[in-house]
């Protein structure tokens, strides 16, 4: 009889159900980019692959064939002609100069579903030369933090890269 109390006891016992998020297309604000900035897609991407390759103040040889032929794979830069190549190169490069804030407005720019892929581009750009130091780390995570990219995704891509990079 004692367990019939107890599963009687269990009757009305609190059951939690996940509740559902309602429809928002709020979320889609985080999906575009700020259409007030002055930064174009290929501006921001060139710039951020850019700062890989002089992250530790200099660009090795390897880094500079990387981002060469990035700008014949890549869809954002190989429709650009070798004079709209250079003249995105010199905007890119005055903005660095000029703006304390290059990094979070190039970023701000990107569409939502490149900065895995931007991530991934600048940390292959860092491991090209066969070495990361501190000052490609301090870059790569400073662009992170700038970035929506999970610490999962960024663990499995520099356990990728790392290997790759490194035979």
């Known amino acids: 009889m004692s367990e019939l109390i107890?599963?009687?006891?269990d009757l009305f016992a609190p059951v939690t159900t996940q509740k559902k998020q309602?429809?928002?297309l709020k979320e889609l604000v985080a999906e575009f980019p700020n259409s007030q900035s002055d930064w174009s897609i290929p501006e921001s991407f060139f710039c951020l692959v850019l700062s890989a390759a002089l992250a530790d103040g200099r660009m090795a040889q390897q880094e500079s064939e990387e981002l060469k032929a990035l700008s014949h794979r890549s869809r954002i830069l190989r429709?650009?002609?070798p004079n709209e190549l250079a003249a995105l190169n010199r905007t890119?490069?005055?903005?660095?100069?000029?703006r304390p804030e290059w990094m979070s407005e190039a970023c701000r720019a990107l569409p939502h579903d490149m900065h895995l892929s931007?991530?991934?581009h600048c940390l292959d750009i860092c491991l090209a030369d066969g070495a990361m130091v501190a000052a490609e780390a301090e870059f790569l995570e400073t662009l992170l933090e700038h970035l929506s990219v999970s610490e999962d995704d960024a663990r499995q891509a520099t356990r990728i890269l790392s290997v790759k990079n490194r035979y």
């Open 6 to 9: 107890e599963e009687a006891g």
């Open 22 to 24: 309602p429809f928002s």
């Open 79 to 81: 429709n650009l002609d």
């Open 92 to 98: 890119v490069v005055k903005r660095r100069a000029d």
């Open 118 to 120: 931007v991530f991934v």
